[in-house]
């Protein structure tokens, strides 16, 4: 089956987990059908939502989570992390890892017996992306034709958004200084999966241009965990791109804000739009669980 390190592993079965996810949701699948299965979860970071949702999800399909922090693993005092995967491989179903590298992710899955799914790391956050679409959809009711803007960071949550919009057909622009713009690999991939289903990518430092036209605006803290030594400067350099009133005038009307969550008001985002009526952002949150519950029962059902 695999494992879900990037948007680009389920470029295929994107509408098929997001279809199967709206149907976990409303209580259409059978009771508890990883009961038995138990899944190991990996924290080189800390969380709030990626720990509640993959741990309350495993138990609400009939599973158990096992919580492992860097300090619970062999791995945190210089294990080999292909010993490692090989180790849980005979103990576990499947394996979550919210990493600090890209790269050690790779090499966990590359050693595992058993699904690796990514909870974030350093280039992408698939399960974010795939909750997000979920509530894009509840929202807006459908994805093609639609257009999504994501202003500040080009980061992980960026990269993955890239990646997935077009290939549910929506369009997408991402607005950010210079300096900021997401990974290079990951455009030019984006760019391709846009050209397959005629959609369109723009990336700009002109967040007039960025917001025309768009139905959803997206943003994310502007230091994320790992850059702090760099707080000062990116707070200078993000505050043109701070999500107001003012900046949401610019999209449509009946426009959407979604933000992936920790937020920190008057940074970012200010108050009156995360706390206001376009914005989604808690069901956001709680899609993180219906989303990845379909990506548990994807890669670990018999």
């Known amino acids: 089956m695999g494992s879900l390190l990037s948007v680009s592993d389920i470029k295929d079965d994107v509408k098929y987990i997001l279809d199967l996810a709206e149907k976990i949701k409303a209580g259409e699948i059978e009771e508890k059908p990883l009961e038995g299965k138990t899944l190991a979860m990996i924290f080189q970071k800390s969380s709030t939502r990626t720990r509640l949702s993959f741990d309350v999800g495993m138990y609400q399909l009939g599973g158990r989570a096992i919580f492992l922090s860097s300090n619970d693993l062999q791995m945190g005092r210089g294990e080999p992390i292909s010993d490692t995967a090989k180790v849980l491989s005979r103990f576990v179903d499947g394996i979550m890892i919210r990493a600090i590298k890209h790269s050690d992710v790779e090499e966990l899955a590359e050693y595992s017996d058993v699904p690796v799914i990514s909870g974030l790391t350093d280039l992408e956050h698939p399960c974010q992306a795939l909750a997000d679409m979920l509530t894009i959809k509840e929202h807006l009711g459908d994805w093609k034709g639609k257009k999504i803007c994501f202003v500040g960071d080009g980061n992980n949550v ?25 990974d290079e690999n990951i455009v030019k991939t984006a760019q391709e999966y846009a050209e397959e289903n005629d959609t369109q990518i723009t990336i700009t430092e002109d967040i007039g241009i960025a917001l025309e036209n768009v139905d959803v605006v997206y943003t994310d803290v502007w230091v994320s965990m790992g850059d702090e030594a760099e ?66 029962y994807y890669y670990m059902k018999d």
């Not at 999209?251 to 206001?276: K, S, W, Y």
């Open 158 to 182: 960026s990269n993955s958004l890239l990646l997935i919009a077009p290939l549910l057909g929506m369009d997408m622009s991402l607005a950010c200084p210079k300096g900021y713009e997401p």
């Open 231 to 296: 707080a000062k400067q990116r707070e200078i350099d993000f505050a043109p791109f701070q999500v107001n009133s003012d900046l949401m005038s610019l999209a449509n009307d009946d426009a959407i804000f979604m933000h992936c969550l920790p937020a920190i008001r008057g940074q970012e985002v200010t108050a009156d739009v995360i706390d206001g009526p376009q914005s989604v952002v808690f069901d956001e949150a709680e899609n993180r669980m219906h989303a990845q519950k379909a990506v548990l």
